[in-house]
């Protein structure tokens, strides 16, 4: 039995070495939730037992939607390292001319997702199309909620907002992204939010941002807020 147990962790590790990774757009666990001039985000799901490999061009984050652990692996390497994973667990990856060399960005970064648990794993992805965004974290970064994270060209934070409380309107309109990790009813002037985890809610620029918790339980979320142009001097990009 253990003979067989290892042959079949070797035989998955082989083929997750030899597949060829999948554009994001074309990788079938991704489902496309929101495009605009600002982001591309996506919902991965994994059931049990399965992968997703794939290739990214932009800088991006994901946002974990459950606790749970998964295997992450950059491509070329052994699909073995497990990370525990905690609800609203956020990551940061730089790919930018901020941050990466021309050969990694002809080429984009490629790497996968493994589901080895008992129950499905998800996680929200998205993508910067501004390559001035992670000027200030080119290293890339991780948080967990509530904290805050500035990447530079947008601020990344943990909200946690009990039943009547609201949050802080920004000083400026900026747009803003609004990622679900618990059951969400937000409302402000002219706006209503109703979502829920796997989904996601965008504020654009110019509307009333202050945004009150409507609902009878706490609500819980990732506030992504768009501040192109936030530096002294502009980043170099060709």
Known sequence: MRWAILTGLLLCSCLALTQEPAEISAEPHYTLLLENANVRVYLLTLHP????????????????????EIIIWDEGKSPI?????HNGDTSFR??????????????????????????DYRNITAEFLDPTVGWAM?????????ASMFLGGAL????????????????????????PISDINLKGPGIRIRKSPGEVGWIAPGQPQALTNAGRDRACFIMVEFRP???ATAPHTP
């Open 49 to 68: 037992n399965e992968s997703a490999l794939l290739r990214l061009r932009h800088s991006f984050m994901t946002v974990a939607l459950q606790d749970g």
């Open 81 to 85: 390292q497990h990370f525990q994973m």
């Open 94 to 119: 730089c790919l930018s001319p901020i941050c990466a060399t021309p050969e990694l960005l002809a080429k984009g970064l490629a790497g996968g997702f493994r589901n080895d648990g008992p129950k």
């Open 138 to 146: 080119t290293s890339g970064g991780t948080m967990t909620s509530p």
């Open 156 to 179: 990344v934070s943990g909200v946690q907002l009990e039943p009547g409380d609201s949050s802080a309107a920004a000083q400026k309109p900026r747009a803003q992204l609004i990622i």
């Open 229 to 231: 142009g936030d530096y």
